[in-house]
């Protein structure tokens, strides 16, 4: 099973950890003792928090063996653990701070995953996601259509193979959160991020890095891989157009989720 590339990944560190911040900067909490980062990848969000409250005990945790290599290899004043967060997390303890940036959108039942992430807060603990609003992404779209050209599609189940995104309406999780938080302590927002991307090149090592995974690890050799990157750029071609300037507009949306106890 092929796995996430972190230096790929990272090669657009500065976009993927604008909301990282952005979320960090909604947390009230002063003096936190301990936080989670729930799937940390390389840990570029999990040192945003670092720098945020540095004597704090902050815990990174992602399923990604090479994501987790290398966080480590980066970070080494921060514990990193491998683990997925759909198993059992009682272990790890309480957090003033359950921290997820872009890590939970692929996971199914979002209702009991929060539940179960709230669990592992203190009593005046803050819980803060960040989720991608990716059908709202024109490259995602593009991507979509790819799956029903026949010559892919016999190998795409989209039941089995991980490739769409879990994230529900705004509605959805308000009344999961004021199932499990004051009303008045939830905080739920969208912001659309537009990344001037140096080239067409630019959008597909983004989603070389994460989303295209699943897609290339379901195909059975690398000529109709290849095929399939060759006819996803093509049709990012046809949507993302070079301003005069050389570059290109990738407008991203996002899902922000903040509630305290």
């Known amino acids: 099973m092929l796995d996430w590339n972190p230096d790929l990944y990272l090669q657009f560190k ?14 009230e909490l002063v003096n936190p003792k301990r936080i989670l980062d729930v799937g940390c990848g390389s840990g570029n969000s999990t040192h945003e928090l670092k720098k945020r409250w540095p004597n704090a005990e902050i815990v990174g945790i992602d ?11 980066l970070y080494d004043d921060t514990r990193f653990i491998l683990q997925d967060v759909t198993e059992d997390l009682s272990s790890l303890g309480k957090f003033d701070i359950v921290f997820s940036n872009a890590s939970i959108q692929r996971i199914p039942d979002h209702e009991n995953l929060i539940k179960s992430l709230s669990n592992l807060l203190e009593n005046k603990g803050t819980l803060a996601i960040q989720l991608p609003l990716v059908d709202k992404v024109r490259a995602q779209e593009a991507l979509y259509e790819l799956e ?13 193979k991980n490739l769409r ?12 959160l004021s199932s499990i938080f004051r009303h008045d302590s939830i905080y739920i927002w969208t912001t659309t991020y537009t990344h001037a991307m140096d080239s067409l090149d630019d959008i597909l090592k983004w989603y070389e890095s994460t989303t295209l995974v699943p897609y290339f690890d379901a195909f059975p050799n690398d000529e109709i891989i290849s095929n399939f990157k060759n006819n996803f750029y093509i049709k990012l071609k046809n949507v993302y157009f070079p301003r005069p300037n050389g570059s290109v507009l990738f407008n991203y949306e996002r899902l922000f989720l903040v509630a305290s106890k």
């Open 14 to 27: 500065k976009e993927r950890t604008l909301p990282a911040k952005d979320l960090i900067s909604r947390i």
């Open 63 to 73: 399923n990604s063996k090479t994501m987790i290599e290398k966080a480590r290899s």
């Open 148 to 160: 029903h050209v026949k010559k892919y599609k016999q190998y795409l189940d989209l039941d089995t």
């Open 165 to 176: 995104f879990n994230t529900k309406s705004t509605e959805f999780y308000y009344d999961i």
